[in-house]
């Protein structure tokens, strides 16, 4: 059981170039959340999704896309890097119910030069 | 004024103090509560959910009061291992979609 899987680690990329990030989850999860952490910011959501299909945006959505084509996947695209994108992104899920917490992946490290 | 406030610290005591946190939050709608413990780069980990009548779990204690929109942890007998950035957490969408608001954390160190 792998729980929430995020790739790749670490990542540079130039600015204007586009990317994916991956997260994949092996807990048959309902919920879905890509967050990001810059210091002193603490965590901001990016976007979410309640299920395959759905999607929806959280609070820092711009320059940001994403699609929930399966329970598993919830890949995050960054369409445009910016330096401001420059951050820590964290993938997360959870069963459906408001009693459940998040389980997160491991993180990717993200820096546009 | 954000949604979720905590007193960053850091918090610095002794092993086997006793320590509480605070955390106040804006919408009285918020259905659940949550502490994750989040360790230097690492991923934020469940601590524990917060339940309306308090929950206990070992050494740690949570509490809700929804009157007054403010959450509490408190950590007895710390170690050295309690050392890390709390955060609190809190669902504030009142349309059953779920969507997690965090506190900007606590950081402890627990001193030898």
């Known amino acids: 059981n792998a729980g929430v899987t995020q790739t790749p680690k670490f990542q540079v990329l130039k600015t204007g170039q586009s990317m994916t990030l991956q997260c994949a989850q092996d807990?048959?999860?309902?919920?879905m959340s890509w967050y990001r952490q810059d210091p002193g910011m603490g965590l901001r959501l990016i976007h979410y999704s309640v299920g395959a299909g759905i999607t929806d945006q959280g609070e820092v959505p711009n320059g940001y896309n994403v699609s929930r084509s399966t329970t598993e996947d919830f890949p995050l695209r960054l369409l445009s890097a910016a330096p401001s994108q420059t951050s820590v992104y964290f993938c997360?899920?959870?069963?459906?119910?408001?009693?459940?917490?998040?389980?997160f992946g491991s993180g990717t490290r993200l820096t546009v030069v | 004024r954000k949604e979720v406030e905590q007193d960053p610290g850091p918090f610095n005591v002794p092993e086997g103090a006793t320590v509480a946190f605070n955390c106040t939050y804006s919408n009285s709608a918020s259905q659940s509560f949550f502490w994750y413990r989040q360790d230097c780069r690492k991923e934020p980990k469940l601590l524990m959910s917060?339940?309306?009548s308090g929950n206990e779990d070992g050494r740690f204690t949570a509490q809700l009061n929804r009157a007054s929109q403010y959450i509490s942890l408190l950590i007895r007998d710390s170690k050295l291992s309690d050392s890390a950035t709390y955060l609190c957490v809190v669902n504030l969408g009142s349309t059953g979609r779920r969507a997690l608001t965090f506190g900007s954390g606590t950081r402890l160190q627990v001193q030898p």
């Open positions: 917060v339940y309306s």
């Open positions: 807990m048959n999860h309902e919920y």
């Open positions: 997360a899920s959870s069963r459906a119910g408001t009693v459940y917490g998040y389980t």
